[in-house]
């Protein structure tokens, strides 16, 4: 059996908190790499994330702290890299010690600026790690439930079954079902678009669309996920109708917790994209998905109008009365 062994989470998110209090529930230690020291001592002296999930208390005891990032690396096998994705590059750039033989896991739910690429591509190609080595998570996980200890179900994706296998033993608890995958590529593409159709769910909420048509609205988008998905990594094992693609998709859809659905209706409302994001104070990450996966798909052809829309009305200014509009006349 494929040992973990030590394991070190990257960012200092809320997710980044809850998959934190998950982790050091198994194993009773877990390195932290944290970007900013006022935040470590503030957690060190509260006991909690000072600015995520504050309700969620751990026991220091437990945790090596460090802003860091080459002391993390250099003293943990498993990294679990848990940080927007707009600033992962930005974190690796100070790394002077090789990741290719660690355990490589992305929790993040994006996709690289500038590169548009996935994170496990992004490490496969830039930082030699082989596709045995990455891993990601993935499926309808709002970190706040996970922090309520409300049930959540989450996959494992990894070329090697074995040590996504193992990785999940780390994970499953009374609260979190998990289970594996080896369709990584998959997990992480549907992860990214289902930010953008989160956008976009929000944006026809904002407009005062109802519930009849947000479900057209899903219907339509899991089709077009599956549309890109069968293109950029034909899979025979995919089912786009499990909970880490269709399910992914919905809650982030449909919950108030999604922060890309809430980005959204407030451009709907008639919001810049500018006082939205300055308003929201967190990263909605489906703004920069959107520009990555348009970018993307200049090369596929794939037909995805919901994506396209959503990309008009953030970065062409299009209206979005008018773009919704246009949308829905594409819909059946």
């Known amino acids: 059996m494929h040992n ?5 989470i990257i960012g200092g998110g ?56 080459n002391k993390v690396v ?17 974190h690796l750039k100070k790394l002077k010690t090789r990741i290719r033989d660690k355990f490589i896991i992305t929790a993040i739910k994006g996709i690289v600026p500038d590169e ?39 996959t494992v994706g990894c070329a090697d079954l074995d040590k996504a296998q193992a ?21 992480e593409y549907s992860s990214v678009l289902k930010n953008v159709y989160a956008i976009a769910a929000g944006i026809c909420s904002g407009l005062k669309y109802g519930d009849n048509f947000q479900a057209v609205l899903m219907s339509n988008a899991v089709q077009e996920m599956s549309r890109f998905l069968k293109v950029i990594s034909p899979s025979a094992e995919r089912n786009v109708y499990d909970s880490v693609y269709l399910g992914d998709l919905l809650v982030t859809g449909y919950s108030n ?17 500018k006082s939205a994001q300055i308003e929201m104070e967190m ?20 037909n995805m109008p919901i994506l396209d829309a959503v990309y008009n009305i953030l970065y062409e200014r299009i209206s979005p009365q ?6 829905t006349d594409s819909f059946r």
Not at 74 to 88: E, M, R, W
Not at 167 to 173: A, E, I, R
Not at 257 to 273: A, D, E, H, L, Q
Not at 284 to 295: L, S
Request: hydrophobic share 40%; glycine share 6%.
């Open 283 to 302: 990263i909605a990450e489906g703004f920069f998905g959107t520009k990555c996966m348009k970018e993307i798909n200049r090369h596929l052809h794939v």
């Open 257 to 273: 917790f999604s922060r890309n659905r809430v980005f959204g209706t407030m451009i709907g409302k008639g919001y810049s994209v």
């Open 116 to 154: 548009n690429l996935v994170c496990s591509e992004y490490f496969h190609q830039v930082y030699d790690v082989p596709y045995e080595n990455l891993a990601c998570i993935g499926g309808p996980s709002h970190a706040e439930e996970v922090a309520l200890e409300r049930l959540s179900y989450l």
């Open 14 to 69: 809320s997710w980044a908190t809850a998959i934190a209090k998950i982790v050091v529930g198994h194993t009773h230690h877990i390195g932290w790499y944290m970007r900013r020291d006022d935040r470590i001592a503030d957690f060190l002296r509260m006991g909690h994330n000072p600015a995520y999930l504050t309700s969620v208390h751990f026991n220091t005891d437990e945790i090596f702290f460090s802003s860091d990032i």
């Open 167 to 187: 990785f999940t033993q780390l994970l499953s608890s009374n609260f979190i079902k998990t289970k594996t995958s080896s369709d990584v590529l998959g997990i």
């Open 4 to 8: 973990c062994g030590k394991t070190a």
């Open 74 to 90: 250099d003293l943990y096998d498993t990294l679990i890299f848990v940080t927007p994705s707009p600033y992962l590059k930005n």
């Open 322 to 327: 008018i773009e919704i509009k246009l949308l």
